[in-house]
């Protein structure tokens, strides 16, 4: 079975790059002068809806179509608006939790961070993914969970400097050419902001749902909000919001510190009108333990911070049937 390498995919992506793409953004209007009074007269009398509707169909077409990933059953999104805020330590955490609290679900894991890949060293995997023979990369896998991730492809501390249209190639091939098997929920752990990539996903498959992230500081539930607000816009259901080192407890004395605020991923989810996952605290067995690339959900399992990734992912799967009824 041969392996897929960097090189490879560079190869690869250059060649999709220097290909005309197939994707308009709209008709372009010319502009001839307005200097007849009965003609501007004309257009106003056009019919508004009708208007909308033909602009909204021309717009259609320049839009990919959603097509399901081979073998998955639901897609859910981790985001964030920011980056730091735990987003990856997050997804990671919620897709064992999703395997813990039902073993009888196979999770899934994607990495979508191109530039900034987080899912090799936070679940302990190194190495070039195999080719099955109609060329699928074959996921690496650890803790039950199949892995796919631009890490995989780079070594540890190269940079990808790509331009828009070969990360997007990229993004492509993670998303249709990863041989996945059969799974039930497939965890994509999103960059942060709201730019080409989460837009590409969004409109190249079906997503169940997407969870945000964001500490209880203000300057990242602005940006929180943000990414809230882009999902609503594509049509993603966002199925709430995750309030990440939400509180530090001393480990000598156990007073509790908001060190980045109190309850304000709380209450952007009521501002939204969605709902509010839950806290996961602020804690140095979580950073420890993703270090080391052992998640503390599965090597401290009877830890109140694994604990706390076990109700958000029953929090997720909660307001997944809620969503799909």
Request: aromatic share 4%.
């Amino acid at each position: 079975m041969a392996q897929f390498t960097y090189s490879r995919l560079s190869h690869l992506l250059r060649i999709s790059a220097n290909k005309p793409s197939v994707l308009r953004t709209g008709t372009e209007i010319k502009h001839g002068p307005a200097c007849c009074l009965q003609f501007i007269r004309y257009q106003r009398s056009v019919d508004s809806k009708a208007l909308q509707e033909r602009q909204k169909q021309q717009m259609a077409r320049g839009l990919p179509k959603q097509k399901p990933i081979a073998g998955v059953k639901q897609v859910i999104v981790v985001a964030s608006g920011k980056g730091g805020v735990g987003k990856s330590t997050t997804a990671v955490n919620l897709a064992l939790g999703l395997m813990t609290n039902n073993p009888s679900k196979s999770v899934g894991l994607l990495d979508a961070d191109v530039y900034g890949p987080s899912i090799p060293k936070l679940m302990n995997l190194k190495g070039n993914p195999e080719l099955t023979d109609n060329n699928r990369m074959v996921p690496l896998t650890n803790y039950g969970i199949p892995c796919m991730s631009m890490g995989f492809l780079v070594e540890d501390v190269a940079p990808i400097v790509w331009r828009g249209l070969m990360v997007m190639s990229a993004i492509e091939k993670l998303l249709r050419q990863v041989d996945w098997g059969s799974l039930d929920y497939l965890v994509v752990d999103m960059p942060p902001g709201t730019g080409d990539v989460q837009l590409s996903i969004t409109q190249n498959i079906p997503i169940a749902g997407a969870v945000i992230v964001s500490t209880p500081q203000d300057i990242a539930l602005l940006d929180a909000r943000r990414g809230a607000e882009m999902f609503k816009k594509v049509n993603v259901p966002v199925l709430g919001l995750v309030q990440n080192m939400s509180v530090f407890q001393c480990p000598n004395c156990n007073h509790q510190t908001h060190i980045f605020g109190s309850d304000g991923a709380r209450q952007l989810a009521e501002t939204l009108g969605v709902q509010f996952l839950g806290d996961v605290p602020l804690h140095l067995n979580i950073r420890e333990m993703s270090d080391r690339g052992k998640p503390v959900v599965v090597s401290s399992p009877d830890s109140p911070e694994a604990e706390a990734y076990r109700k958000v992912a029953s929090a997720v799967v909660q307001r997944l049937e809620e969503v799909n009824t």
